[in-house]
């Protein structure tokens, strides 16, 4: 038999359970508004002027003809350069040829900085090298170390023009995604317990979380089990419940290298009065240029998330990103939120 509203309304042990229902359904989710962010666009990559540090630069000349001994049979072979080697005409050109095959840099838009940075670089080995064609022979020889040297200094040189967003908000929240995890044989490990080989923690399933939407999760460093107890601190009232999104729970997308890839931020955490976003980072890797694209991309997500929530009498969204070495078990979400902020 089918009850119709009336029929609840008439039977209070029924609207009972519905409310009960419903209570501990909402109790264990968070809202999440169904929203979409998609960079759409070209977005201007560059590289500005800096002067090249080649301190640590100071390679000798090789001999040209390598004595080659087999391990497996001690036959030795000769290997000669004579003729085997492209030579250039200009000495930056060996470092140029090698550092327009990085993704991120166009011959035709960064030729003038390629030429100025791989000049500073002659100029160095010049300083010490005292003939021409031993310049040429540590060119060749270690080009590839040379140019992923200054590659590595342009990328601390980057800039990049804003990326604009379309942002797509519908009616509603999006339900939870459910996550497999593969594991290490045994129970699964309690979590506030410290794991003493650091590189197997991927591979470990946690469990005993009191605040956690799902009763395991798995993290890819301590770092990350390590926020997870500040999460779960009784001493810390205003934390509700929190969950590691699955991929897939938000259709949050950024701009990478002519990509497009989604984001999945580490942490969600509802407080009393706010719902956070949250992504723990190694401390060297926070202005990294990938990391940037993802927070761009979630402080929108967030923005657009807190207008929609707050319409609909709930609470705003907030982005954090923390660096790793600011996460300690004397510290409080509302404590790193301050610093990161």
């Known amino acids: 038999m089918q009850l119709g509203i009336e029929g609840i309304a008439e039977k209070p042990g029924v609207a009972a359970v519905v409310a009960k229902t419903t209570e501990l359904v909402l109790q264990q989710s968070i809202d999440i508004p169904r929203i979409l962010v998609v960079p759409k666009g070209e977005a201007t990559l560059g590289f500005h002027q800096f002067t090249l540090d080649t301190k640590a630069v100071n390679y000798p000349p090789v001999e040209r003809d390598l004595l080659i001994q087999h391990l497996r049979t001690n036959v030795q072979d000769l290997l000669t350069a004579d003729g085997?080697?492209?030579?250039?005409?200009?000495?930056?050109?060996?470092?140029?040829?090698?550092?327009?095959?990085?993704?991120?840099?166009?011959?035709?838009d960064h030729a003038d900085l390629l030429y100025d940075l791989?000049?500073?670089?002659?100029?160095?080995?010049?300083?010490y090298l005292t003939e021409e064609e031993k310049v040429e022979n540590v060119l060749l020889y270690y080009q590839k170390k040379l140019a992923g040297l200054i590659h590595s200094q342009m990328q601390q040189h980057q800039w990049e023009s804003s990326v604009e967003y379309e942002v797509v908000v519908k009616k509603g929240f999006t339900p939870l995604k459910q996550s497999a995890y593969t594991a290490l044989s045994g129970p699964p490990q309690y979590f506030r317990q410290t794991v003493e080989d650091k590189s197997k923690i991927g591979q470990i399933v946690f469990g005993g979380f009191a605040r956690c939407l799902y009763p395991l999760q798995k993290f890819q460093s301590d770092t990350e089990r390590k926020f997870a107890v500040i999460l779960e601190k009784e001493s810390d009232p205003s934390i509700l419940k929190w969950f590691k999104p699955a991929k897939g729970q938000f259709q949050?997308?950024?701009?990478?290298?002519?990509?497009?890839?989604?984001?999945?931020?580490?942490?969600v955490v509802e407080t009393t009065d706010c719902i956070y976003m949250c992504e723990t980072k190694a401390r060297n890797e926070m202005n990294g240029h990938e990391v940037l694209a993802k927070r761009e991309a979630a402080e929108q997500w967030c923005q657009n998330a807190s207008d929609h929530s707050l319409s609909n009498g709930g609470k705003p969204w907030k982005y954090v990103l923390i660096p790793h070495d600011i996460i300690a078990a004397n510290m409080t979400l509302e404590g790193l939120v301050k610093l990161c902020s």
């Open 84 to 108: 085997a080697i492209k030579k250039e005409k200009r000495l930056e050109d060996y470092l140029v040829r090698t550092l327009i095959d990085y993704d991120d840099i166009s011959y035709d």
């Open 118 to 127: 791989s000049g500073q670089m002659v100029n160095h080995l010049k300083s």
């Open 252 to 267: 949050i997308f950024y701009k990478f290298e002519n990509n497009h890839p989604e984001y999945v931020p580490d942490f």
